[in-house]
């Protein structure tokens, strides 16, 4: 993804307190909600999330742990730490937070500030989306914009009698739809390096071998349909043509006949539409740059 020349990408490291940082800060935290539960208690009643939102997601273990839903089973779950370390024994996933648990220790990172000054950094969603295919969806905004899951086709399939070829290429839907959305970053020619090679039936080009994009792609643009969006698009300018040849001042919208590979042959081209205008114009002589006088030829042009 392109950005600024003075814009740097912010490290994910600044965003995280050391550890040192973080004990010291814990010391003071619960210091300070040592003396508000104090105070609180004092005037008989009870400490509200507004006495803690500064602290609230604070110290080791974090403060909110007091504050959640089975807080009060917590103190008997002992040894938890041990039964964690040993659990890389039963299951057979990598688990690298095995010394930490969200319940007893809370969350200890919080990246939403990396998070707003990364998209910041990117140029914000509006920049972001621009090398993704949002524009060819013709949505007027982003916002609001979100995969739908639940009415989603893969997810009314998942419950149905599948093969397991079926199976596997259920779940090759979600890469697919990733890998066709950010296109326009992934297929070009400063990303994978490798010899151009034009699709099939169609004007795109692909930059190295990507099979994912290009079923999508073959897909999308079967049964001729690259060649048939040309050809209507000739035709809907005829049309607009027709409509304004007295603004325009033409005497004659002539439709070429367009050959069936004229969209995707890329190495020689034609005219679609020829127009002729109401009146003949002056044409020069073939002239230089330098040339400071112009010869018109005396039989005109239309």
Not at 7 to 30: C, G, H, K, M, T
Request: proline share 3%; hydrophobic share 40%; charged share 25%.
């Amino acid at each position: 993804m392109s950005h600024d020349e003075d814009q740097l990408i912010p490290n994910l490291y600044r965003y995280i307190q050391p550890w040192e940082a973080e004990f010291v800060d814990s010391v003071r935290v619960w210091a300070e909600y040592a003396l508000k539960r104090q105070e609180a208690n004092a005037q008989n009643r009870r400490l509200t999330l507004e006495d803690l939102d500064d602290s609230w997601d604070r110290g080791i273990p974090r403060i909110n742990t007091l504050f959640q839903k089975g807080r009060h089973t917590l103190a008997y779950d002992k040894g938890w730490r041990v039964r964690t370390e040993f659990k890389a024994y039963q299951i057979l996933k990598q688990n690298p937070f095995w010394w930490t648990h969200q319940r007893h220790d809370g969350k200890l990172w919080n990246l939403n500030n990396y998070r707003t000054d990364m998209i910041q950094a990117l140029g914000g969603v509006e920049g972001i989306l621009e090398h993704t295919l949002f524009r060819g969806t013709y949505f007027p905004t982003w916002e609001g914009l979100f995969w739908e899951r639940a009415s989603g086709f893969e997810e009314s399939m998942k419950f149905k009698k599948l093969t397991n070829a079926q199976r596997s290429g259920l779940n090759q839907i979600p890469n697919r739809r990733f890998t066709l959305w950010w296109s326009p970053t992934i297929n070009r020619a400063n990303v994978y390096v490798g010899f151009q090679v034009q699709l099939d039936l169609t004007g795109i080009f692909m930059h190295g071998k990507i099979p994912t994009l290009k079923i999508s792609l073959i897909q999308i643009f079967r049964a001729h349909l690259w060649q048939k969006i040309h050809e209507s698009v000739v035709m809907d300018l005829c049309q607009v043509f027709d409509q304004e040849l007295d603004a325009l001042e033409i005497q004659t919208v002539q439709k070429e006949t367009i050959h069936p590979r004229k969209s995707y042959k890329m190495n020689s081209s034609c005219a679609d539409v020829l127009l002729f205008a109401q009146y003949k114009w002056n044409v020069s002589r073939p002239s230089l740059m330098a040339d400071s006088k112009w010869v018109f030829v005396e039989n005109w042009e239309n």
